[in-house]
């Protein structure tokens, strides 16, 4: 059967990682998670004291990220896992701070540089569903179907918030909306593959949608671009 990249674009808290991992289950697809990419990044960046609240040692990431290795390996239950130079960092990575911090490692060149090579070495053999931020326009140019998801920023807090507050972790809604706020303002914005749908992208806005409703839009795209 014919094998396709679904490329998945945008904004954080959106639900992008849902759709993708469900589609690639649907249809015996690998899913990347690029966002994960990045939070272990920052992870490992402020593990060895290159990144705080106060600012990046550009330099010492810079040089060191070549020393990043980045793989998915399927858990128990199937679901796919980051691991960071051999180590399951998947509930480490999971905190508003490491969210945070990955917003601000991307926008650094040559971390995107890396990170997009490694993506590319997973696509080579098409078969999967990778979301992100610039992965239509940048990562796969010529993926065969190109999503753009949405939603206005309240709704991604709330959902950021639930997501944060059923690990046990305790947030305040202004404070997750305005690091919503942030991370919009910062990914659109960053001189390095900054955050846009692409020409050829189809926008999904699922502020209003139930995660059933968004699955059916996508895999009826995803079945008319198999057919073609």
């Known amino acids: 059967m014919k094998k396709i990249i679904v490329a998945i674009d945008g ?77 399951n960092v998947e509930h480490e990575i999971r905190t508003l701070d490491v969210s945070n911090g990955a917003s601000r490692v991307s926008t650094l060149r ?5 990170l997009v090579r490694q993506q590319q070495m997973m696509g080579f053999e098409k078969g999967i569903v990778m979301d992100g931020r610039d992965i ?18 309240e709704i991604r807090a709330q959902r950021r918030m639930d997501e944060l507050r059923a690990k046990g972790e305790e947030v305040l809604y202004e404070e997750v909306l305005a690091n919503v706020k942030e991370r919009d303002d910062r990914d659109q914005n960053r001189k390095e593959s900054p955050l846009k749908k692409a020409d050829d992208a189809i926008v999904i806005d699922n502020s209003a949608l139930s995660i059933v409703e968004q699955q059916e839009i996508l895999r009826s795209l995803f079945d008319q671009k198999i057919k073609l």
């Not at 990419?37 to 600012?55: I, K």
């Not at 040559?110 to 890396?114: K, L, S, T």
Request: hydrophobic share 40%.
């Open 136 to 153: 239509g326009t940048v990562v796969f140019p010529d993926a065969e179907l190109k999503i753009f998801l949405t939603a206005s920023p």
């Open 110 to 114: 040559a971390v995107r540089r890396e």
């Open 11 to 87: 904004f954080s808290s959106c639900g992008k990682s849902t759709m993708a991992k469900q589609l690639a289950h649907d249809v015996g697809y690998i899913y990347v998670d690029t966002g994960a990419m990045y939070r272990a990044v920052a992870l490992y960046c402020t593990q060895n004291g290159w990144m705080d609240e106060d600012g990046m040692d550009v330099e010492s990431i810079e040089r060191n990220i070549g020393d990043i290795h980045l793989a998915f390996k399927f858990n128990q239950e199937r679901k796919a896992e980051i691991h960071l130079n051999g180590k």
